[in-house]
T-cell receptor
Framework: TQLLEQSPQFLSIQEGENLTVYCNSS?????LQWYRQEPGEGPVLLVT???GGEVKKLKRLTFQFGDARKDSSLHITAAQPGDTGLYLC???????????WGAGTKLIIKP | DTAVSQTPKYLVTQMGNDKSIKCEQN?????MYWYKQDSKKFLKIMFS???????INETVPNRFSPKSPDKAHLNLHINSLELGDSAVYFC????????????????FGPGTRLTVL
């Protein structure tokens, strides 16, 4: 069974600090997606990483896919209160391509 | 223009009642989903429909019955509501996962917060 584990579960930091959250698995994934869910809303896709070692940047957010395609990280530089939300990683199952979801990292950025 | 919409946004009801949540998508997607997100924010797939046909039915009590009248709609009916059904329910849609498995993005509705008293 393919599983995705996210860490930390919860992170609360001050505005302006940097942070990294992780999405790990013992299984290889063909791709991983990162979604952000703001309070009272549904998750929204931020990025998809496909190639081992790939790095994608979205303004202050940097996403990396591990070389072995078993893990991914999200690094936020100079966090802003607008970055507050639940960050979810998801990847397609090999058997039927349905998305498997991690449990998420709840991020709070204090002004 | 709302891509995936759900009604109602909030639903408060008594134990034992029957209720429905409606979902509509205007993205032209063939695949639609129902998810349950509990108080710990874990997002759990309940059902997946492709072109009005059920393709995933996770371990969900048979009190939950999805209905897809057409490709753009997937409603969720819940019978004999229990306290443990309290959660946020999300509808989502996507192209068929097998169509582009690497980049298959799911589009979510705003959620329906169900509270069972």
């Amino acid at each position: 069974t393919q599983l995705l584990e996210q860490s930390p579960q919860f992170l609360s930091i001050q505005e302006g600090e940097n942070l990294t959250v992780y999405c790990n698995s013992s299984s290889v994934f063909s791709s991983l997606q990162w979604y952000r869910q703001e309070p009272g809303e549904g998750p929204v896709l931020l990025v998809t990483v496909v190639t081992g070692g790939e790095v994608k940047k979205l303004k202050r957010l940097t996403f990396q896919f591990g070389d072995a395609r078993k893990d991914s990280s999200l690094h936020i530089t100079a966090a802003q209160p607008g970055d507050t939300g639940l960050y979810l990683c998801a990847g397609p199952q090999d058997s039927n391509y349905q998305l498997i979801w991690g449990a998420g990292t709840k991020l709070i950025i204090k002004p | 223009d709302t891509a995936v919409s759900q009604t109602p946004k909030y639903l408060v009801t008594q134990m034992g009642n029957d209720k429905s949540i409606k979902c509509e998508q205007n993205l032209g997607h063939d695949t639609m989903y129902w998810y349950k997100q509990d108080s710990k924010k874990f997002l759990k797939i309940m059902f997946s429909y492709n072109n009005k046909e059920l393709i995933i039915n996770e371990t969900v009590p048979n009190r939950f019955s999805p209905k897809s009248p057409d490709k753009a709609h997937l409603n969720l009916h819940i019978n004999s509501l229990e306290l443990g059904d309290s959660a946020v329910y999300f509808c989502a849609s996507s192209p068929p996962p097998a169509f582009d498995p690497l980049y298959n993005e799911q589009f979510f509705g705003p959620g329906t917060r169900l509270t069972v008293l």
